[in-house]
């Protein structure tokens, strides 16, 4: 079987992909007996295959034409699949320690092969619901931060670096998978659909009535609509969207929330960089803080006999 073009695969034609994929195929040690290939289902965007052999393991994510848990109805460019592995390149460069390692590339399929994050690692975000407390996960997150963010910024390259465009060189590294340092900044302005997709669902659609939005009705009815008619609050957003349109300070990850960490209680993960481009490094480090703010007023709603959720020291 071929796959000169793009189509979406499922159990079937991923193990003729991985067949036909020697930087796949090795992971696996070219065994394909008792080879399991399941689908993880939990993204909201695209397809997950947890891929495990005898003598290896991988990851493989597909990006599909539209948004997964929306449908067709919601078109959504699966070059996204590229910027992704972009990112998770440069990132990973950078931070090893708390970046998933990519071992294969396909920009024709949209397809990503990475290390497989094994358990116990799971979502940050149900570690963080079940009340597990994960003591080095403020130094891991702070030191994944500070080396993607600062090292890829003007506090540490020059004009010069940040700006130059380097197509060639990155198609280069990308098909080779070659790591040599790429600066990408001309390049990640192609991720303007993913932006455009933050600018609607994080600036502009919470703050009007809009499709998808959702909220607990009609319990908090009354505070949606306080929201859609807060103007002062509405010019501080509005302020905030234009940093994060017009900012091209650092190659952030643009989806820094607690459902991109994957953890045990001694690694720390960061996946699904798919929204990664030059921008405001706001835009990472509220992403994340927003989130544990949300997980620590949600601990109550949580408590149980066997886990009261209060600190323990
Ligand atoms: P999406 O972009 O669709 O949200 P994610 O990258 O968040 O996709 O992955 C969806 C799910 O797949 C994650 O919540 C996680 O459970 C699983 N997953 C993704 N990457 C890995 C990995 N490298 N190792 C183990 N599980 C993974
Ligand atoms: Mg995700």
Redesign the pocket.
């Known amino acids: 079987m071929a796959f000169t073009e793009f189509r979406p695969l499922d159990d079937k034609s991923l193990r003729e992909y991985i067949k036909a994929t020697p930087s796949l195929s090795s992971k696996i040690g070219d065994n394909f007996d008792n080879l399991t290939i399941k689908e993880?289902g939990?993204?909201?965007?695209?397809f997950?295959y947890?891929v495990i052999g005898a003598s290896g393991s991988f990851?493989i994510?597909q990006a599909l034409p539209y948004i997964?848990c929306i449908g067709e109805s919601w078109p959504m460019t699966k070059e996204r699949a590229y910027f992704e592995a972009l990112a998770l390149k440069e990132h990973g460069q950078l931070c090893p320690d708390h970046v998933?390692e990519v071992y294969h590339f396909d920009r024709t399929m949209s397809l990503i092969g990475?290390?497989?994050?094994?358990p116990p690692?799971i979502?940050l975000r149900k570690g963080l619901i079940a009340g597990i407390e994960y003591p080095l996960l403020a130094a891991h997150i702070s030191e994944y931060m500070a080396r993607t963010l600062f090292c890829t910024s003007l506090l540490y390259r020059s004009t010069t670096e940040h700006k130059r465009d380097d197509l060639v060189e990155v198609l280069v590294v990308v098909n080779k998978a070659s790591f040599e340092l790429t600066h990408l900044f001309a390049e990640f302005c192609g991720n303007m659909g993913l932006c455009r997709h933050t600018e609607q669902v994080v600036f502009s659609d919470p703050y009007k009535v809009s499709e998808y939005n959702r909220w607990n009705s009609p319990y908090l009815d009354r505070d949606a609509e306080a929201v859609r008619e807060d103007n002062i609050l509405k010019l501080e957003i509005a302020e905030l969207k234009s940093t994060f349109c017009e900012r091209t300070q650092a190659l952030i990850h643009g989806d820094l929330h607690t459902?991109?960490v994957?953890v045990t209680l001694d690694s720390t993960?960061v996946?699904?960089p798919?929204f990664a481009f030059y921008g405001p490094m706001g835009f990472d480090i509220g992403a994340f803080v927003g989130n544990l703010i949300l997980a620590f007023f949600a601990q109550d709603g949580h408590a149980n006999e066997g886990n009261d959720r209060k600190v323990s020291l």
């Open positions: 993880v939990d993204g909201n965007l695209n997950v947890i990851v994510k997964r998933p990475m290390r497989y994050l094994e690692h979502i459902g991109s994957m993960q996946i699904d798919e």
